[in-house]
């Protein structure tokens, strides 16, 4: 199940694990939440979908994600 809120300016807010899991849990978790976005992406949506991307815990400053590095975007 992927639960994942969009505000008004067009960020995606979702949390893809815990702090418990290891590396590999939460980069197959984000995978699997990019590639649901990517199939709930409006066929009229043109160009770039994911312009970026950034993780953080609940109460820390986001890390910037190299967008190339990411699968399925």
Do not use: C
Not at 2 to 17: E, R
């Amino acid at each position: 199940k992927i639960d994942f809120k969009v505000d008004k300016t067009g960020i995606i807010h979702a949390s893809i694990g815990k702090a418990s899991f290891g590396a590999d849990k939460l980069m197959d978790n984000a995978v699997e939440l990019i590639q649901t976005l990517n199939k709930l992406k409006p066929s009229s949506a043109k160009g770039t979908y994911f312009r970026s991307v950034y993780m953080s815990s609940t109460m820390s400053g986001g890390v910037a994600v190299d967008v190339k590095s990411v699968p399925g975007i």
